[in-house]
Nanobody, 126 residues
Framework: QEQLVEFGGGLVQAGDSLRLSCTYS????????LAWFRQAPGKEREFVAG?????????DYADSVKDRFTISRDNAENTLYLQMTDLGPEDTAVYSC??????????????????WGQGTQVTVSS
């Protein structure tokens, strides 16, 4: 059974950095388009960052995190990462990783993905 599990969330202060990890089991991670989404209380789930399958030569970022967050993948370790810097209270949310067989043109849409992690809480205090 394929599974994604996130690690690395926590409580940090504004301006701090944090790295999230998402480990995959049940197959080969390199086959998948991968992404991070987040959902804040009372808000809809929103796209954060995506990375193409294989070596991850293509990436995409939400405007709100561009130049602050970096998505990367290590297929040998079956792990997806999200390096977050200069965090602010607006980044407080549950962060989830997701995997899709195809659909790079719709990488920002949650419906593209068929495997989801359970999420990890990131809280940024001001």
């Amino acid at each position: 059974q394929e599974q994604l599990v996130e690690f690395g969330g926590g409580l940090v202060q504004a301006g701090d950095s944090l790295r999230l990890s998402c480990t995959y089991s049940g197959g080969s991670l390199r086959l998948y388009i991968l992404a991070w989404f987040r959902q804040a209380p009372g808000k809809e789930r929103e796209f954060v960052a995506g990375i193409s399958r294989g070596g991850g030569s293509s990436t995409d970022y939400a405007d709100s995190v561009k130049d602050r967050f970096t998505i990367s993948r290590d297929n040998a370790e079956n792990t997806l990462y999200l390096q977050m810097t200069d965090l602010g209270p607006e980044d407080t949310a549950v962060y989830s990783c997701a995997a899709a067989w195809h659909g790079w043109d719709s990488v920002r849409l949650p419906d593209t993905y068929h495997i989801w992690g359970q999420g990890t809480q990131v809280t940024v205090s001001s």
